[in-house]
């Protein structure tokens, strides 16, 4: 599709670029810019050459880097020989070198970073007047009259001519400016009155009901990236609070979207103009009608005696629940320090006991890690990743696009995806000849969108899946690929993670990642354990008399999944007595429930025990003396079944070996 105006750029020079390219669109300046228009499925190269061919102006981000940038100068030497006009944005005084220095002409501007208002102004106009249109028009300019200096040039010499002309262009430059000041402030009463008749509303259904049209959609992200989604987002949130029953949930739900209204209202302050006063009076009104919903809430738990559960088990703890996961922080600095400080990266193996929190520690890594990192989850028990090859790849490319959706660097479309950035997932058609030839090639190109800054850390949960791939006969070669990628690509790591180690999986796994580092995941401490029962959301109001912590720590030692089980059942269990108050008494009538109600979990551990597991761990229950130091025990230890004393390391789970297996 034809545009007027091709955006060439370095990758150091995108964010001066997108807002270069979003102040033209809005003044109405069709652009064509990468990656967001970049079509899936389409090589970048030729839809680049497409592009310059179809544009009636080359707008070119000069600075240092694009100096040294070859695919730059031939985007310039392509728009030069197809006699495309190239328009020079000199970034903070650029000195250009090299060939593209002999290149550009005489067509410039000059712009600080971020640019000006005032300077992106009189680039538009630039460019307008290099395409012979005003803004606002669509047709060529009129011809005009002869000025008169012209004529009285011609009668009194060259010289005189010169003078006039001149003078000419700075009346004409003076002009320019004042009618694209003049049009501007017509331009932004009309756009401010439009946004206060849009997103005006009332009451919450009309703010759940409410949706940003799409011809403000544009308008709106020039003027806070992304608003258009962010305000659509706010709606569903306010839809989904009207649609909860229970109070908490209600209160839960209204300050998140309270959130989000105060960080678009901290993106506005301190800026003024008529759209941004608009903006904040929307964002105020809205604000307003959700604070009455949070005290609604508010008013309605302050009356009533039931204790909110908000204790997770069974499940991960998902992103959104962060408040319920709590510490790590070694482990995560582990993994941080093994990407960044070491000199080549090794491959990763987070293993340790079932239900220890391993696919948890997975979820938070992109808020734990940070925004140079890019962690993919890939869980291994989806159907896909046995299915076969391609599907198995196609899961993979689903997976990293997704991750990068949903990482705070991704710039988004209109509609909240990610197409804008040329970040689809793999077409099926591309793996059909050879998958992982057509699985690289597209990797090739997910690095360059999402920046040489970013390191992707792909994470295999309960990667043991993998050996069914392995016994039909491709797993081979895709652990081959594995290990290639996390060797020869640049900012690309690789970590499993599971309840197994390679060690114990045999020779197909030692023999490709025989340098793994392994990263064990144990109990928590006590001061994150403390944290999770008496804070795990804003305001619990549970509280623990003396003795009452110290009793649930005896009993599951920090472990993850008994502490949550056990935490709760205690919830539940003051709920029907109407306390809020946990007593000691309380925690031992709450573990004979956990010992009761939790029989899948403690059958699952038991089960996957050895035979000569089991045999040690009914001696130990039986208190009968033990070898030191056997293989078995050894195992036991490593997987924190036995402490170091050769004892049970959690007691709750010795208490169900000696109700129901000691005679087996």
Known sequence: MARDVFI?????????????????????????????????????????????????????????????SLAIVREVERALNRKIPVFSILAEKTELSGQLATMIGSQSIEVSRPPSDVQLQYLADSIYQLLGRRFGTDGDLPDEKLPF??????????????????????VGLVWAACRGLIDRVRSDRAVAKQIADELRVNSLEELADFRVSRSLRPVLDSLSRGLSVRLDGIAQQTKQLLQLQDSARKLEAAKVAMESVAEIQNGLHGRSGEIVKAGKEIAAVWFDLLKQASDAAQS???????????????????????????????????????????????TLLLYGQRRMGKTSILNQLPALLGPSFLPVLVDCQFPATVESQSALLRYMSRCMANAFASHPGARRSGDGVSRATGLDPLAIDRLQHDPFSGFEDWLDGFQVAIGQEMNILLCLDEFERLDEIIVAGWGARFLDALRHWSQYRPRFALMFAGSHTFEQLGPVWTDRFLSARRLKVSFLHDADIRKLLTEPIPKFRLRYAQGSLDAILAATRGQPFLTQVLASELVHHLNRENRKQAEPQDIEIVIGDVLQRSAEYFADFWLSRTP???????????????????????????YDVLDDSGRFAVPLIMQWVQLNQLHG
Do not use: K, M
Not at 149 to 170: D, P
Not at 323 to 344: H, M
């Open 8 to 68: 060439s750029y370095a990758q150091s020079d995108s964010e001066t670029a997108r807002a270069i390219c979003d102040w033209l669109e809005v003044r109405g300046l069709s652009c064509w810019i990468a990656p967001r228009d970049l079509q899936p499925g389409t090589e970048i190269g030729q839809s680049i050459i497409t592009a310059i061919d179809d544009s009636q102006v080359l707008a070119l981000i000069a600075s240092h880097q694009a100096s040294n």
């Open 149 to 170: 200096w012209r004529l009285i040039a011609e009668e009194v010499g060259a010289s005189v001519a010169i003078a006039g002309a001149v003078i000419g262009q700075v």
């Open 612 to 638: 000569e597991e089991q045999q040690v761990l009914r001696a130990v229950a039986r208190d009968e003396p033990q070898p030191i130091v056997t293989s078995v025990t050894r195992a036991l230890r490593d």
């Open 300 to 346: 309605v738990l302050d009356q009533t005696w039931e204790l909110e559960n908000p204790f997770i088990f069974g499940n991960p703890v998902l992103p959104q629940a962060a408040g319920l996961f709590t510490g790590r922080r070694d482990l995560v600095l582990e993994i941080e320090r093994s990407i960044l400080r070491a000199a080549q990266t090794p």
